[in-house]
């Protein structure tokens, strides 16, 4: 990868490696995404995709470079990642379950804002034009992730499967990063979820994100990725535009031809 490359990419990583004991489950993966970009990484189970996102989140030790608009940052916690603008969600829904949807909303967004506005909410009279505030932050958060007031006093446990799979991913995006890593988003949904899931990552890579999507669901990755990277066995097996990528016999060999 080119050094005009790492410096373009809202996200670039360059020469992943991940080990787990003996096991190489990723070995020299590099790959890019742009910003206004869906980069879509498929590949068998077990291939090391979501070592990938481990790995570019600094969650796992890994050899290899990340580069985040540019600035290399393999050393940087997870948690400041975060507040530079790089976000995951993971395969399992990630909220807190005793709390309502809102109040899931409004403390992820008082997490990404500034120490001073969570700090704010702790004053007792600044405490209800902040509250308003925030719940209202939090409904144009949830609005935008097609998600209805019905089910804003909820807890996430009793609202419908998809819609707990779209609230994840708006919990990931809290105040808006840079590049959000979405691990299979689609994971247990279909039909019309999925429409809904396809139609809310266009409107992200519209605003100007970067996104990275693993997906197993050929369907959905196929019709919102500019790009795909295909892995197996932890190596970087293919790359290209959707249709290339499902023309490409190695990748019909290695992983889609198992599919049919
Ligand atoms: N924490 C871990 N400890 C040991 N082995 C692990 C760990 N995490 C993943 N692995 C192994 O590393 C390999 C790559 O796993 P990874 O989860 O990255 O693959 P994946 O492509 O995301 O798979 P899937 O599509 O099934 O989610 C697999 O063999 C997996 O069993």
């Given at each position: 990868m080119s050094v005009a490359e790492h410096r373009s990419a809202a996200l670039a990583v360059d020469g992943l490696s991940v080990r787990y004991g003996a096991l190489?489950?990723?070995?020299?993966v590099s790959w890019s995404v742009a910003t206004g970009e869906i980069l879509g990484i498929i590949g068998p189970n077990g291939a090391g995709k979501s070592s990938c996102f481990a790995a570019v989140t600094n969650s796992v030790v890994h050899g290899g470079e990340t580069y985040l608009l540019g600035q290399p940052?393999?050393?940087?916690?997870t948690q400041e990642l975060a507040v530079k603008g790089l976000r995951r969600t993971f395969q399992q829904n990630s909220f807190f379950g005793e709390l309502t949807v809102m109040e899931n909303a409004v403390s992820v967004l008082a997490r990404d804002h500034s120490t001073a506005f969570s700090a704010s909410l702790l004053l007792p009279w600044r405490e209800a034009a902040t509250r308003r505030a925030a719940t209202a932050a939090a409904r144009r958060l949830l609005d935008r992730f097609g998600i209805a007031a019905l089910h804003y006093d909820k807890r996430p446990g009793e609202i419908p499967y998809g819609i707990q799979r779209l609230l994840s991913v708006a919990l990931a995006y809290g105040n808006g990063p840079r590049v959000l890593l979405l691990d299979e988003p689609a994971a247990g949904i279909g039909g019309n979820d999925m429409r809904h899931l396809a139609r809310i990552l266009l409107d992200l890579r519209t605003a100007g994100l970067a996104l990275v999507v693993i997906e197993h669901h050929m369907d959905l990755i196929m019709t919102v990725a500019d790009r795909i990277v295909v892995i197996e066995q932890g190596r970087h097996l293919a790359e290209g535009p959707p249709a290339a990528i499902q023309a490409d016999p190695t990748v019909l060999e290695a992983y889609l031809g198992r599919t049919q």
């Open positions: 190489k489950a990723l070995d020299d940052v393999a050393g940087v916690p």
